[in-house]
């Protein structure tokens, strides 16, 4: 789901982020409902929340022509049922390129068609027609001379990989590299296009919530996860991934084929046993996402590898079948409210903070909204835990962990809960002791009064 930064936008960011450019932020633009906005409606809530990058799930020509002069860019999709026919009938693709694509470019943006949606998961057995379909469609685009502003690939779901954990040991399924995946590999090659892949943490979270932690799941601070076959070091469940997907195109000798995220996002809603199914939830994922790939840089295996990231969706569509969670996954309403606030833009990012985890009664009260305040340990989180968090803040996060050290004055006492405690202060303290910063997977809270261990007393911030 993603849209490219504008120049001014670039520009900004770029004083912004250390990254040499950040990646792009787009969305898919669903419509299985009965609810939803006119087009015309949709593209002017596109353009007001900054969004110059969309994907399609066909060629309606009402969302065609209510995009023309807008500007932002257009993914439209072929979908699975036509596969057969622009397969097997050149004529029909060319047909197709010249009343869906061609008749509307370049006033309307199209600068991309994804051929199928899911096809390996497609009931009706349409893999086989997937390949020839794509250089079909790409042939009539050269007919058009458009083959060079307009790429052609294929979304394909994360079940498609034979192993996906850990991430150096991703592989293909074995009865899709022959016929598909090496082929369509060699395709994007040639046409200088990219592998479209839809990454959704939240399922693999619902179904492991008992060894996936929440906080690796939602990008937030956490000890991370070390891959035991490559060294290194995850801290989202998204990253691991995508470089499962990235390791099983290496195993094929694709190294150079880039990857855009076709689809990813996490409901606001769901039934009973959808786990983690929340607002809250859902705002974290998307808004640490959006900062996470605006900020540049790609993934442990890939780190010069900026992504474009389409989110998964809109709208919330009313429609849709399956559990509660398949109708929540939108941004806005249907009448254009937004489900929770998030930046969608690199301009937005100024100054967002992660809304925290609701506290209880006890840290709420602590909590004030005015005043000096401070980040504690808690001390019945587990040393465990407060290892994890400790490691984060002296680590990723940055903090001042050099008076924790042996011989310095907040060494003794030497205990985890002391030194995880001056740790995440710190951290909260650099912070500006903004919302959600003295969380640590549960393992801190926040008091008023000057915390002391020993003779070493927490920093007070600015």
Same mark, same amino acid.
């Not at 932690?213 to 995508?242: C, E, K, M, T």
């Given at each position: 789901? &993603?849209?490219?930064?504008?120049?001014?936008?670039?520009?900004?960011?770029?004083?912004?982020?250390?990254?040499?450019?950040?990646?792009?932020?787009?969305?898919?633009?669903?419509?299985?409902?009965?609810?939803?906005?006119?087009?015309?409606?949709?593209?002017?809530?596109?353009?007001?929340?900054?969004?110059?990058?969309?994907?399609?799930?066909?060629?309606?020509?009402?969302?065609?022509?209510?995009?023309?002069?807008?500007?932002?860019?257009?993914?439209?999709?072929?979908?699975?049922?036509?596969?057969?026919?622009?397969?097997?009938?050149?004529?029909?693709?060319?047909?197709?390129?010249?009343?869906?694509?061609?008749?509307?470019?370049?006033?309307?943006?199209?600068?991309?068609?994804?051929?199928?949606?899911?096809?390996?998961?497609?009931?009706?057995?349409?893999?086989?027609?997937?390949?020839?379909?794509?250089?079909?469609?790409?042939?009539?685009?050269?007919?058009?001379?458009?083959?060079?502003?307009?790429?052609?690939?294929?979304?394909?779901?994360?079940?498609?990989?034979?192993?996906?954990?850990?991430?150096?040991?991703?592989?293909?399924?074995?009865?899709?590299?022959?016929?598909?995946?090496?082929?369509?590999?060699?395709?994007?090659?040639?046409? =200088?296009?990219?592998?479209?892949?839809?990454?959704?943490?939240?399922?693999?979270?619902?179904?492991?919530?008992?060894?996936?932690?929440?906080?690796?799941?939602?990008?937030?601070?956490?000890?991370?996860?070390?891959?035991? =076959?490559?060294?290194?070091?995850?801290?989202?469940?998204?990253?691991?991934?995508?470089?499962?997907?990235?390791?099983?195109?290496?195993?094929?000798?694709?190294?150079?084929?880039?990857?855009?995220?076709?689809?990813?996002?996490?409901?606001?809603?769901?039934?009973?046993?959808?786990?983690?199914?929340?607002?809250?939830?859902?705002?974290?994922?998307?808004?640490?996402?959006?900062?996470?790939?605006?900020? =540049?840089?790609?993934?442990?295996?890939?780190?010069?590898?900026?992504?474009?990231?389409?989110?998964?969706?809109?709208?919330?569509?009313?429609?849709?079948?399956?559990?509660?969670?398949?109708?929540?996954?939108?941004?806005?309403?249907?009448?254009?409210?937004?489900?929770?606030?998030?930046?969608?833009?690199?301009?937005?990012?100024? =100054?967002?903070?992660? &809304?925290?985890?609701?506290?209880?009664?006890? *840290?709420?009260?602590?909590?004030?909204?005015?005043?000096?305040?401070?980040?504690?340990?808690?001390?019945?989180?587990?040393?465990?835990?407060?290892?994890?968090?400790?490691?984060?803040?002296?680590?990723?996060?940055?903090?001042?962990?050099?008076?924790?050290?042996?011989?310095?004055?907040?060494?003794?006492?030497?205990?985890? *809960?002391?030194?995880?405690?001056?740790?995440?202060?710190?951290?909260?303290?650099?912070?500006?002791?903004?919302?959600?910063?003295?969380?640590?997977?549960?393992?801190?809270?926040?008091?008023?009064?000057?915390?002391?261990?020993?003779?070493?007393?927490?920093?007070?911030?600015?």
């Amino acid at each position: 789901m &993603a849209a490219a930064l504008s120049i001014s936008l670039l520009l900004l960011f770029s004083l912004l982020s250390t990254a040499e450019c950040g990646g792009s932020i787009g969305v898919n633009y669903g419509r299985i409902a009965n609810n939803l906005p006119s087009a015309t409606r949709v593209v002017r809530l596109l353009k007001s929340q900054g969004i110059d990058r969309v994907k399609v799930y066909d060629t309606d020509p009402a969302v065609l022509k209510a995009l023309s002069g807008s500007g932002i860019k257009l993914t439209v999709n072929l979908p699975n049922e036509l596969l057969s026919a622009t397969a097997r009938r050149p004529s029909f693709a060319t047909s197709w390129v010249q009343k869906n694509v061609a008749a509307y470019h370049p006033a309307t943006a199209v600068d991309s068609i994804a051929v199928g949606n899911e096809v390996f998961v497609d009931t009706h057995n349409t893999t086989r027609f997937l390949i020839p379909a794509m250089y079909n469609i790409y042939k009539a685009l050269v007919r058009y001379n458009l083959h060079d502003v307009i790429k052609v690939s294929s979304p394909v779901a994360l079940s498609a990989l034979q192993n996906s954990y850990p991430s150096s040991a991703g592989s293909f399924r074995p009865d899709l590299i022959d016929p598909v995946f090496k082929p369509m590999l060699e395709f994007l090659r040639k046409t =200088g296009s990219s592998l479209m892949i839809n990454v959704y943490p939240f399922f693999a979270y619902e179904s492991n919530a008992d060894v996936i932690p929440l906080d690796y799941a939602l990008f937030r601070q956490n000890a991370g996860v070390v891959d035991a =076959g490559n060294g290194l070091r995850y801290f989202s469940l998204f990253d691991a991934q995508i470089d499962a997907v990235f390791a099983a195109m290496s195993a094929l000798k694709y190294d150079d084929v880039p990857i855009i995220v076709s689809e990813t996002g996490w409901p606001s809603k769901g039934d009973s046993n959808e786990l983690g199914a929340s607002v809250l939830n859902a705002a974290a994922y998307n808004g640490n996402l959006v900062r996470r790939v605006l900020g =540049g840089g790609g993934t442990p295996l890939r780190p010069k590898a900026n992504l474009t990231v389409f989110l998964f969706a809109l709208f919330n569509e009313n429609k849709k079948f399956g559990p509660t969670s398949e109708r929540n996954f939108g941004l806005f309403y249907p009448d254009e409210k937004k489900v929770y606030d998030i930046p969608l833009t690199a301009e937005g990012l100024k =100054g967002y903070k992660e &809304a925290a985890p609701p506290l209880t009664g006890g *840290e709420a009260r602590m909590a004030t909204a005015s005043g000096q305040t401070w980040c504690v340990a808690k001390a019945e989180a587990g040393k465990d835990k407060l290892q994890q968090g400790l490691d984060f803040a002296c680590g990723e996060g940055g903090a001042d962990c050099h008076p924790i050290q042996p011989g310095s004055t907040c060494f003794d006492p030497n205990t985890v *809960e002391a030194h995880a405690s001056y740790a995440f202060n710190s951290y909260y303290q650099k912070k500006g002791r903004a919302i959600g910063t003295c969380f640590f997977g549960g393992a801190a809270y926040i008091v008023t009064q000057h915390p002391k261990y020993g003779k070493c007393e927490l920093p007070v911030g600015n």
